[in-house]
């Protein structure tokens, strides 16, 4: 059986150290949902909390309508994978797998085929009988998973747990937990810093910093309309420009900094004053215009790179800053360092935020987790 | 809805039962020393012991030659121990593998009976010394006093830093090498430069270990020392002498003394040490060179000529040992009385050694695991406590702990004076520390993450730790336990303080033969000594599946 788990106003303290404060959050049963931030911006420290084995400071955490904070890790019925994976080096395959159950006493008969069952979903079967040293990386994973799953547990917790595999193996096996995930249909809660990673697993995304959610999304969401300017540049890459939104009655136009200026329908109607901000543009929305008569932002080539589905240019603007632009890998030649380029804007996609970064001001933002 | 299961923590009841242990058989005892150093008969309190040592030259004199030999004795070890290991490490040596098993058996044997052994060939009517005298007519100086001190205890230490720096140059990472050359850095320059920087943690370790066990070391003045008096036969004196002991304050007052002594060298050398901290991770070890030409020659004749005299005794032990024997003299051919005989007068001591070794293995390992675990998996105060304490005994020449022992359990409550049990205890308070150390290093090397993952399973605390900690530190624990057994059956200078005709041990046996000038029994039952470590040095081995020996 699959639980939600809610967590209310969560405090975790070192000493004096308070590492999350006031967190709340909500995670919907039968869901793949991944905490993801930079390092030490307490993903790990909350999934540790969820599991047990961090202590709870402050909060109440829920699995359904029972509050687990005082409950044994043991009991909480939880399977989970860990970033080395912590297979026991002195069992074999099967013993590792078959761990769980017979610690629930299960029949010897239900071991025999709950093991079996899980080691062949995650094929693993054909080393039963092998010891953890003489297996790959790749295969360890799936002995932890194997072993996490065959308690049947409510939650499924998973500590970055990819990211000791190398890249090819990597995408692999997101695809393999995706795909077990949507089998079984277990809640499981997701940590990993690679947001990539987050976006191809994901139904939705928890974006972490220094201790609090910043945004709680799809992954297409959080990576159209991030809620502030951390979660922009955060996710995926981002050109942060200055610029001033210009209101007149009904129209906001947003002027960059060399006098280029856009219409934006899109400005949310409570923001619609003139005012400094940010926009966020990323290296995919601007159009790459090499005729001085088309409008558009001014900049001059520093350096490209030719990655063969695109192609990197690396520029600055008039006023000095430094921007990326990408642009489908053309027939003919890579334009030359030193070309003058003006730079059009795909305005339904690009984001712009009050002049702190804080908050977004275009429509169409989800935050599961606003208040 | 909400349940509190707050069960009584078995790990709290562990900590709290090894703090008693430590309290009643090492504190205790160690309190007492200190009072009775302090407090003459009637229960006045009197600075007069210590007057005593410090006001007679006669006294305070043992104290400066303790500490010139220990001195002396850790500097050439180092200068013998560091090139050695760099040699053995950097060069390819012909059978390097016998070369390491025999300088490792070499700091297994006992101190004393290497003392012995060289009586026997360089004393008053020592082997070599006869034979050089009738050959070319000249006298060699005897061994007796500070220089055979100083022989005896070079060669039986020099291994400890060959092992020690060994191990440092296994994780010098062989492109640190490759760049110093590159930098036009080699040969002796860069041995100073580079590599002995690179070792100096170890290095340090080390010193302060060699220096520990010459200062503390028992057997080897008492035999070889003669009129060269040491701190550790003082203390010895002191309390047991029938001409002068029976003084328990005086003895306890150079007791307190060693220990002081002991522990600010302890200090200096943790207060160094942490200025060199670093740690390394060699990716790819050094790989051993050929040596070209008459180098190649200068050092296997080094290494050689160094092994083959520190091993040159136990190989003579081993010849006496057949001699054909009259009575207490060697005379011409050879036979296996001496061994008939060895059996028949010291059956009972060999079986000592076994009951008395084994039950203070089994204890050693037991506590050793546990308290491994509280200090690195529980930390809190009680644990640190216990973590300290547990490391005092390090400090404390085992003489001393031996007259400590004695002085506190020799009255009731609990008099446990002439009983096995004392000399279980001495041992275990005496080898602990070690044993503790080894399994913390295995244990910190267990990510904690395999034991979340069991309990995450539904394995409870007390399964989780018999079930999956304790069998991944199992190779650990065994290869630590063996080390372990091997220094509790050479032991001699706690036991020596302890034992009674019933407790007697294999090593004091041997020592009473000596003593009694019983050379052929004496042999004999060092070599059974010596063939007891071979064998379980060669099952260390097999166990850890390694030729590393760190002590």
């Known amino acids: 059986m699959s639980v939600c788990i809610r967590i209310k106003d969560a405090v975790k303290k070192y000493g ?308 990326e632009v990408v642009q489908e890998s053309q027939i003919d030649s890579i334009i030359p360092d030193g070309t003058e380029i003006h730079l059009g804007i795909k305005r339904e996609k690009i984001n712009i935020f009050e002049a702190e970064g804080k908050y977004n001001l275009l429509e169409g933002v989800r935050n599961d987790n606003a208040v | ?130 034979t050089i005298k009738s050959l070319l007519g000249i006298t060699m100086p005897t061994i007796y006093g500070f220089n055979g001190i100083l022989l005896v205890l070079s060669l039986q230490l020099f291994p400890l830093v060959f092992l020690y720096v060994s191990g440092a140059m296994k994780n010098i990472d062989n492109s640190l090498l490759e760049a110093s050359e590159n930098m036009g850095c080699k040969g002796v320059k860069r041995f100073f430069k580079v590599i002995v920087p690179l070792c100096m943690p170890t290095i340090l370790a080390a010193t302060l270990l060699v220096f520990m066990r010459a200062f503390a070391d028992f057997g080897t003045p008492l035999l070889i020392g003669q009129g060269y008096r040491t701190f550790p036969v003082e203390i010895y004196n002191a309390f047991f002498s029938e001409t002068t002991g029976g003084d328990y304050g005086f003895a306890c007052a150079i007791s307190v003394i060693a220990i002081v002594i002991t522990t600010v060298v302890f200090l200096l050398q943790k207060w160094t040490s942490n200025k060199f901290a670093f740690t390394m991770n060699a990716l790819h070890p050094i790989e051993r060179k050929k040596a070209k030409g008459p180098f190649n020659v200068l050092i296997h004749v080094f290494c050689y000529g160094i092994v083959g005299i520190a091993f040159m005794p136990q190989i003579y032990i081993l010849y006496e040992s057949f001699r054909k024997t009259s009575g207490k003299a060697f005379v011409p051919g050879y036979s296996l009385n001496s061994y008939r005989e060895a059996f028949k007068v010291a059956g009972n001591a060999i079986k000592n050694t076994f009951v008395i070794g084994l039950g203070a293995l089994v204890i050693i390992i037991f506590l050793a695991v546990l308290v491994a675990y509280l200090v690195i998996r529980r930390r809190n105060k009680v644990n640190g406590l216990i973590d300290i304490m547990s490391m005092l005994p390090y400090i404390i020449p085992g003489s001393v702990v031996g007259i400590a022992l004695i002085m506190a359990f020799n009255k009731k409550p609990l008099i446990l004076t002439g009983t096995m049990i004392i000399m279980i205890i001495a041992l275990v308070i005496r080898r602990l520390p070690y044993t503790i150390r080894s399994s913390v290093a295995t244990l910190q090397q267990i990510p904690i993450t395999v034991e979340e993952a069991a309990i995450s399973l539904g394995s409870s605390k007390a399964k989780t730790f018999f079930k999956i900690t304790v069998p991944m530190m199992s190779n650990g624990i065994i290869s630590g336990a063996i080390l372990s057994w091997v220094t509790i059956i050479t032991e001699l200078s706690t036991a020596i303080c302890l034992y009674t005709v019933r407790t007697q041990t294999l090593t004091l046996a041997i020592y009473t033969y000596v003593s009694r000038g019983n050379d052929g029994i004496a042999a004999a039952l060092a070599t059974i000594l010596s063939l007891t470590t071979v064998v379980s040095l060669a099952v260390f081995m097999k166990v850890s599946k390694s030729k590393d020996v760190t002590l």
């Open chain 1, 16 to 323: 004096n150290n308070t590492i999350i404060s006031d967190l709340s959050l909500d995670i919907k049963e039968g869901e793949f949902f991944t905490l993801l931030g930079p390092s030490g911006c307490g993903k790990t420290t909350l999934l540790r909390m969820i599991a047990g084995f961090n202590s709870i400071e402050g909060g109440d955490f829920y699995f359904n309508d029972t509050r687990i904070n005082d409950m044994d890790p043991a009991q909480r019925n939880i399977g989970m994978v860990f970033q080395n994976y912590a297979i026991f080096p002195h069992m074999s395959v099967r013993d590792n797998v078959a761990f769980g159950l017979k610690n629930r006493k299960a029949s010897k008969e239900e071991i025999a085929t709950e093991t079996d069952k899980f080691m062949e979903l995650m094929h693993i079967k054909e080393y039963a009988d092998r010891m953890p040293d003489r297996l790959s990386g790749g295969q360890q994973q799936r002995v932890a998973l194997a072993r996490a799953l065959v308690i049947k547990p409510d939650v499924l917790l998973m500590d970055e747990p990819l990211s000791n595999l190398d890249a090819k193996l990597r995408v692999e096996m997101r695809t393999v937990i995706k795909e077990i995930q949507h089998t079984v249909g277990i809640t499981n809660v997701y940590v990993t810093h690679d947001q990539e990673e987050a976006m191809a697993v994901s139904d939705r995304i928890a974006v972490m910093n220094q201790g609090d959610i910043q945004q709680v999304g799809a992954p297409k969401d959080i990576y159209q309309r991030p809620a502030n300017l951390f979660v922009a540049t955060f996710i995926g890459r981002s050109n942060i420009l200055s610029g001033k939104l210009e209101v007149e009655g009904d129209k906001a136009t947003l002027v960059f900094q060399d006098g280029h200026r856009v219409e934006m329908p899109n400005v949310l109607p409570q923001y619609r004053q003139s005012q400094e901000v940010k926009v966020s543009v990323r290296p995919e929305e601007f159009v790459l215009e090499t005729d001085p008569t088309v409008p558009g932002v001014k900049a001059v080539i520093d350096s490209s790179v030719f990655l063969g589905l695109n192609t990197h240019y690396f520029a600055h603007t008039e006023s000095g800053d430094k921007i």
């Open chain 2, 1 to 130: 809805m909400m349940k509190k299961t707050k069960k009584p923590d078995l790990w709290v009841v562990v900590s709290i039962a090894i703090l008693c242990a430590y309290l009643i058989f090492l504190m205790y005892p160690m309190l007492n020393l200190l009072q009775q150093s302090l407090y003459n008969k009637d229960g006045a309190f009197t600075m007069e012991y210590f007057q005593k040592f410090f006001g007679r030259t006669y006294y305070f004199s043992t104290l400066w030659n303790s500490f010139k030999v220990s001195v002396l004795a850790t500097i050439v070890t180092l200068i013998i121990g560091v090139p050695l290991a760099y040699v053995y490490n950097m060069y390819e040596i012909k059978g390097k593998t016998v070369l390491q098993m025999v300088i490792i058996l070499c700091s297994m044997s006992a101190p004393f009976i290497g003392a012995y052994s060289w009586i026997l060939l360089l004393g008053n009517n020592g082997i070599i010394r006869k």
